[in-house]
């Protein structure tokens, strides 16, 4: 019973501290919350009704200030001012009838509904005015402006075919064209590659750019028009057969031995290491040249290079394996690897590529 009394005295004591404090709006939920539990306290329900009141009086207050002010977001200001106040009220509703017998509510979902119809009309205007200037930078502010407008009011005038037209209208589509008469002549299987660069495009991260990268390929039936045009090839591109290299080396130590009788005595044993090295590297060069369809201006013409160098190490020994370290017996229990061939070179070479070329087309698109 004691610990009850105490917990509502803290519980009190938190939302009325938030009262003294002016954060009217956390007292007013922290109020609330403690009333679902004990719903009959009444200094919590006094607690309630009075950071209930003075919360919407700030609101009204920053509602008529957005009126007075006329700028741009003032429906904006005040429509988050209505939600906030409506979701108090909501919060409130749900308590016990007995919590709630000294406060009285307002439903504020009319003022939310006619103010998030003029925040998108002023979304809407101001995106029509921004998308008639027929730029891309103007389209994409017309686009943001248009999202907003649809997240304030779905159903407003044409909103979502606005959306789609200014999304088309910022859209920079980029075509990408990869040569692959080279692969043949090195036996390489890339099938996997131009969807795997596509994929590595799309995760570029641009601010107020909207980038699409289409194939060549996936443009011939198409009405689609790019804006630029990304040519790839990859060139200087080296295979080298393995190198293998054979040596040993000495492993003595002195070890302690006891014979049947319990007796014990030092001795030195010996074992032989023979070690295999094996050394394969590969190298490629990927040329990218991007280029504006739109005016001719070569935007990139860079080469990026990968090197990529694979090692392994086996053996074998004789002798007494108790003259062995334990850096020999790693050597010795590492089995024969499978040197890797062309077409894995060529996927780890290339996603070095590509991995750099990417990272400086963010800089382009930034």
Request: glycine letters at 2%.
């Amino acid at each position: 019973m004691l610990c009850s009394v105490i917990i509502l005295f803290t519980s009190c004591q938190s939302a009325s501290k938030l009262l003294q404090e002016g954060r009217y709006e956390k007292a007013a939920y922290s109020a609330a919350g403690h009333l679902k539990s004990n719903p009959s306290d009444e200094a919590l329900q006094q607690i309630l009704v009075e950071s209930y009141n003075l919360t919407i009086h700030q609101y009204d207050s920053l509602i008529n200030d957005a009126d007075q002010s006329k700028s741009n977001d003032r429906f904006e200001t005040q429509y988050a001012s209505y939600r906030a106040m409506q979701e108090l009220t909501a919060t409130i509703r749900k308590l016990p009838a007995n919590a709630t017998q000294k406060i009285k509510t307002v439903d504020y979902s009319r003022e939310m509904s006619m103010v998030a119809s003029r925040a998108a009309e002023e979304r809407y205007n101001l995106g029509i005015k921004l998308l008639d200037q027929k730029n891309k930078a103007d389209a994409y502010e017309a686009w943001e402006n248009f999202k907003k407008a649809e997240e304030y009011d779905p159903n407003y005038r044409d909103v979502a075919q606005m959306t789609e037209r200014a999304y088309e209208a910022a859209l920079t589509l980029v075509e990408v064209s990869v040569s692959q008469e080279r692969f043949p002549l090195y036996d390489i299987n890339a099938a996997w590659l131009k969807q795997g660069l596509i994929w590595n495009l799309e995760t570029l991260r641009t601010n107020h750019t909207l980038l699409k990268f289409t194939l060549s390929d996936d443009l011939t039936n198409q009405s689609l028009r790019p804006d630029q045009k990304l040519q790839l090839d990859f060139t200087d591109m080296r295979f080298d057969m393995p190198i293998m290299s054979d040596y040993s080396y000495e492993r003595t130590r002195e070890v302690t031995v006891t014979d049947n009788e319990g007796n014990q005595r030092v001795i030195m044993v010996q074992a032989t290491v023979y070690v295999t090295r094996r050394i394969l590297t590969a190298s490629a060069v990927l040329m990218a040249e991007l280029r504006s369809l739109t005016d001719g201006r070569t935007l990139l013409w860079e080469r990026f290079p990968a090197d990529y160098t694979w090692r392994s190490i086996s053996g074998r020994y004789t002798g007494d394996q108790r003259a062995l370290s334990a850096d020999d017996l790693s050597i010795i229990n590492n089995m024969t690897p499978v040197i890797p061939g062309r077409d894995e070179l060529f996927r780890m070479l290339s996603e070095k590529c590509i991995n750099d070329m990417v990272f400086r087309l963010q800089t382009i698109y930034k």
